[in-house]
């Protein structure tokens, strides 16, 4: 496993926002600045499949196919962003999120000869962003709003789920954001005024 992750640029991927949905829409970073958009280049829908343990092995999606995870990825990023700023979602939005989760999960199969676990899969992108969506919803349903966030920091705008006791983050991440935010104030104090 170390092998794979080494020769997929590993450290681009944030696994940090608290559920499998988040961490899919943060692989959009820097939302609130300039947006950079992981999920842009050939074959990297698939590497964080795997990534996340989805699938095992790379799957050869077509163009249409990453362009459709990226779209899914959007609706879920809209969603869950809209239920913590206490708004409306779109109703289409919701409508595909239940609609993905319809699709069959993988199925686990064991192989005669070696007894080793597979996963039989019809559709693996529908099924990997039916776990995805699955997870939005349960997401949604099932965690305190208050628990849900979006990170302080104006450049970043992360959404994550704080799981601290106190649930007092402020950051997506402290060793990122929050420790970017605090240099920047510890200057602001240390500069003469103008």
């Known amino acids: 496993m170390a092998q794979r992750k080494s020769c997929i640029k590993y450290n681009q991927f944030r696994f940090d926002a608290g559920s499998l949905a988040l961490n899919f829409v943060a692989t959009i970073r820097h939302r609130g600045s300039e947006p950079n958009d992981l999920l842009s280049r050939p074959a990297a829908v698939s590497q964080w499949l795997q990534l996340v343990d989805l699938i095992k092995s790379p799957v050869n999606l077509s163009a249409e196919e990453e362009e459709y995870a990226c779209l899914f990825r959007e609706v879920v990023y809209r969603t869950i962003r809209s239920y913590i700023l206490n708004q409306k979602p779109i109703g289409d939005d919701i409508a595909l999120i239940n609609m993905t989760a319809r699709y069959p999960i993988a199925i686990p199969q064991l192989d005669a000869d070696s007894l080793c676990l597979g996963w039989e899969m019809s559709d693996p992108l529908k099924t990997c962003l039916s776990v995805i969506a699955r997870d939005a919803i349960m997401l949604i349903g099932n965690t305190d709003k208050q628990r849900l966030k979006i990170c302080d920091c104006d450049s970043c705008r992360?959404?994550?789920?704080?799981?601290?006791?106190?649930?007092?983050?402020r950051w997506c991440s402290m060793s990122i954001c929050g420790n970017r935010q605090k240099v920047a104030l510890h200057r602001q104090r240390k500069s003469p005024a103008g």
Do not use: C, Y
């Open 158 to 169: 992360m959404l994550f789920a704080d799981l601290s006791p106190s649930n007092r983050r």
